[in-house]
């Protein structure tokens, strides 16, 4: 699961004392085994892990603040980033059982003036992310306002039309965030507040009403260099500014998010019906993807064909997943706020491992990078990257030519062109950093760009040395 997600921060906490700060658990040869992959892996951040309704794992490892010693406890707060969609997805069904509105209405029953071009998107479009709308259209501290971001939203144009192909959006989030309060007449923190969180159990979840003592506050940290806290970015004073709000930014503890996903599995918050669409699995993440969007959620099954129900979130320095493997009974829930420790690389293990299976530490990426070398699957690699700086198309053109292949029902030249050109983007240029791995059929290399944290980039290959397949990462 990989998403362009959100950074996660406060202007101000109002410092007071914490509640009883709960016991680290490690319960059982389960949880010794957990606790063990963790520790040998060299993880910083908080991890959970629950079977059958029996938490055997929820602790801290390494340190949330370096320069204070500070280390990472069962309670200390866990930047969830995209993980915030779900909450706001739950907010629209909740509006729904209130009869304040269906996923069926089109935005124009909450929006004035908007546009003929967007005027058929649904509230069910931006929940799956096929309204057609590009991912974002201000920086997650820029001080854009609630209309001001709804006016840019509106001034776009649009990828596809509305109800078509799937485009992972922060803007369609920060867009249903609007109309939670249009729809409810109150903030969107407060209504979640009063309508979710405190009814599940979640005293500690949100963007400011929550008053965390600031030692709980991990410090963030990019390749190694401090990053900041979340009491050090600017925000609004009633929380983050638009283009985060509703999409991230929200921040939780592993006890909170455990108590939503008991409050998930019954009629606390939402009722079946309401919780079934949560979880539907509408459309599929990508041509050939392996996993389907529902609302704030994705759908997955697994390698012993259960269901997965899964979400993660992260802005480059801070990450977090959230994993329901709903018919094996097993919760995952991790956190961390290091780029080179990422929350995703370990959940998916420690899921494996509650599920039975043995599972090797791996060590830290950074430790494990080695020089890409001279051979025809390096070569190849490093002339991508050497085309790809060009940013030029007819230079990209005739590399494909040369050196790629195109699979019956795969994505067009066309595509390929708006891919490649959003990548320039995003990207900027590209650096190779080292080799992390490399097999017979594959390399997965890290790669610095210049516009932007850094990523794994996946190679694919095919017996006579082509590139049959990229997988990029964000890291």
Known sequence: MVRALAALTFASVVSVAAAEAPAPVVSGDLGAKLDHYLTASSYTGAAFVAKDGKIVLMKGYGLADREAKRPWGPDTLVSIGS?????????????????????????????????????????????????????????????????????????????????????????????????????????????????????????????????????????????????????EKPWAPDGPFWALRGNGGIESTLSDLWAWSRALDGDTVLNAAERKKLFTPYVKEGPGADSSYAYGWAVFTTPWNTKLVAHDGGNGVFSADFRRYVDDGIVVITGSNDSTSKAFKVSGPLGRIAHGEDISAEPKEAATLKPLGDSPHATLVKKFVETFNKHDLDAMHAFRAANMISRPGGPTDAQRDEVTQRMWGDFGTLTIVGLISEDDESMTVRVKPANAPPARFGFLFTPDNKLGGLRIEGD
């Open 83 to 231: 993980i915030t969609k779900q909450f706001t997805a739950a907010a629209i069904l909740k509006l729904e059982t209130e009869g304040k509105l269906k996923v069926e209405d089109p935005i124009t029953k909450f929006f004035k003036d908007v546009p003929e071009d967007k005027r058929g998107i649904t509230l069910h479009m931006l929940l799956t992310h096929t309204a057609g709308l590009d991912s974002d259209f201000a920086r997650d501290y820029d001080p854009v306002g609630r209309d001001e971001y709804v006016k840019r939203i509106f001034a776009s144009k649009l990828r596809s039309a509305p109800g078509g192909e799937h485009f992972y959006a922060n803007s369609g989030y920060s867009l249903l965030a609007a109309v939670v309060e249009i729809a409810s007449g109150q903030p969107y923190e407060t209504y979640l507040r009063e309508h979710l969180f405190l009814p599940a159990g979640m005293k500690e979840t949100g963007y400011k009403a929550p008053k965390w003592d600031a030692s709980r506050v991990p410090a963030g940290y990019l390749d190694g260099n401090r990053w900041g806290t979340m009491l």
